[in-house]
């Protein structure tokens, strides 16, 4: 910038220069976990003081001082060029200043992770797929220490300074720092540490992957009744510490592989807003589905695991059955959670709902206006765009928890760290529930020599960390709306249940078919995408369930701040939450 220009903007130039000192600050804070980008804003002096294990926030925003100067501009301007805050554009500016100021005041949480990036110098603790590994499977050091330079500047070119093993690009890295104009910051929401990589409750989550994986096969209506998902009820009820549903404190057939929200253990496994017909104007969709052949799995051989540790692609398509099937067992269910696109689900949820006209949430103005029905607001169109808006805001607030705060290492890697230490090719801090565990010697048995996790997926996962759950977080956010917008006391007439073949829906006549409601089965909904990727050797257990709490706070900041907006007289949502509190909104 020119002597001139300088004179002209000198505000400009105190805002860089308040930029840079903050960056300074941040830079030189060795103790700092990722900033929310709140507390950078908002901060008055001192970083908030997190876990030792990190790195400090992104240093790209604006200071305090600098922000209100801008505003302050703007605010100006506006003034100029009208001055009637009564015209519509001076209420909407309102509205949204409240909103804005109302956020701002929502409490910065610490941004905490399980310490292992700090506890192990060689981070086998932490997610590192893409880039390069050495013949054992351990990260290079460099390579991960630019990845934690790029978290911590924040800076795009850092970003790109990230070398890869192979040629698969790690996904969204920078996506976690887009800033949205609607709902919580991502940097003010969190989830709490992973578990550690030497814990016992890890031991659990890996010990129930072994058996997921193993039990992929075997149909839903099955379980317990044939070996595998026998021995697999045995050997969870041995585990120090599980967190999985329990009935009287223990696993049965009802609880295995399910979720732990309120519906989770009523009726069938799948959820009937999976197996239902729907109908899109005048396309009627039997929920069918092209899924995985039987029995074939991949990574089971070292070869290519590393290869997979280091990205190298391209990767062999999945084995695609020609013909279709209703959703009858954890392959199935792998398969679809592999090719859906973001709010799949719940787009057909939401049309059965409508379609079959369920009653709507007793908070909707419209069911007391007798001359007028809700479209853009209160209506079908207003319930369908709220899933596309709430996913992406969703995504963006687990990406900052993926990516700048937890960098937690998926199952598949942690099977290399299994694999190596009963091979005696290294010794690593793995618990001895997973070393005694008996899916081992059933994994062993079926690929001798292996103790990998089997992937349902050629490529293993995608190129980002697992903590949390991105189809978790999609699937809070998305059934948060929904069970805001329809009665989740609606019993679903007629429940269907998947014959063991997959060709065709029977009556479910159990004991609780009475007991199966819109709530219920929406919860179950959730938890079958996010445990489905599980099934897959995607996930933990802990990504399914953190994730899907995420997802229902970014829903709850959208529909509080979309509330100041409405012309209808409205009074809010009253929904029962994943933890089975009732809130309104």
Partial sequence: MSENQAEKHPEEIQDRLDGKAEAQDL???????????????????????????????????????????????????????????????????????????????????????????????????????????????????????ALLTAVKTGDPEDFAEIPLGGNVKLQGPQGGLAFDLEGTDSGQLTIPPSPALASAERAGEMVEDYWMALARDIPFSQYGNEPITAAAITDLN???????????????????????????????????????????????????????????????????????????????????????????????????????????????ASQ????????????????????????????????????????????????????????????????????????????????????NSAAIGQISAKNPGSYLLPAAFPEGNPQHPSYGEGHGVLAGACVTALKAFFDETFVIPKPVVASDDGQSLLAYTGPDAGKINVGGELNKLANNVALGRDMAGVHWRSDAQQALLLGEAVTISILRDQRATYNEPFSGFTFTKFDGTTITV
Wanted: no cysteine.
């Fill in 238 to 348: 041995k585990l120090s510490d599980f967190r999985g549903p329990k009935v009287n404190g223990k696993i049965t057939a009802s609880t295995l592989f399910r979720g732990s929200t309120p519906g989770d253990l009523i009726g069938p496994y799948i959820s009937q807003f999976f197996l239902l017909p729907v109908i899109f104007g005048t396309l009627s969709v039997a929920q069918k589905y092209n899924t995985y052949v039987a029995d074939k799995d991949y990574l089971t051989d070292f070869t290519s695991w590393l290869e997979v540790q280091n990205g190298q692609g391209p990767f062999p398509a999945n084995n695609v059955l020609p013909t279709t099937t209703y959703l009858k067992n954890g392959r199935d269910l792998g398969a679809w959670v592999h090719a859906d696109f973001a709010y799949q689900a719940y787009l057909f």
């Fill in 27 to 145: 830079a030189t804070d060795s103790t700092s976990n990722s900033l929310s980008r709140r507390s950078f804003l908002g901060r008055a002096g001192t970083s908030t003081v997190v876990a030792a294990a990190s790195v400090g926030f992104p240093a790209l925003l604006l200071t305090e001082n600098a922000e209100a100067r801008r505003v302050a501009r703007i605010s100006d301007h506006d003034d100029d060029d009208d001055d009637d805050d009564s015209s519509r554009r001076g209420r909407s500016f309102q509205i949204r200043l409240k909103a804005a100021t109302a956020e701002r005041k929502v409490p910065t949480p610490r941004q905490i992770n399980n310490g292992d990036e700090a506890r192990y110098d060689n981070f086998i603790g932490n997610y590192s797929q893409g880039l390069p590994h050495d013949s054992i499977g351990e990260v290079d050091r460099a390579a991960y220490r």
């Fill in 352 to 435: 059965w709902l409508l379609g079959n006209k369920a009653p709507f949430n007793l908070g909707n103005p419209y069911l007391k206006i007798a001359n007028q029905a809700g479209v853009q607001t209160f209506g079908p169109q207003h319930i369908q765009d709220l899933l596309g808006e709430v996913s992406n805001r969703a995504l963006k607030a687990m990406w900052y928890q993926k990516w700048f705060v937890h960098r937690a290492l998926r199952p598949v890697a942690y099977g290399g760290l299994v694999h190596n230490t009963i091979t005696g090719v290294a010794k690593y801090p793995i618990h001895s529930d997973v070393l």
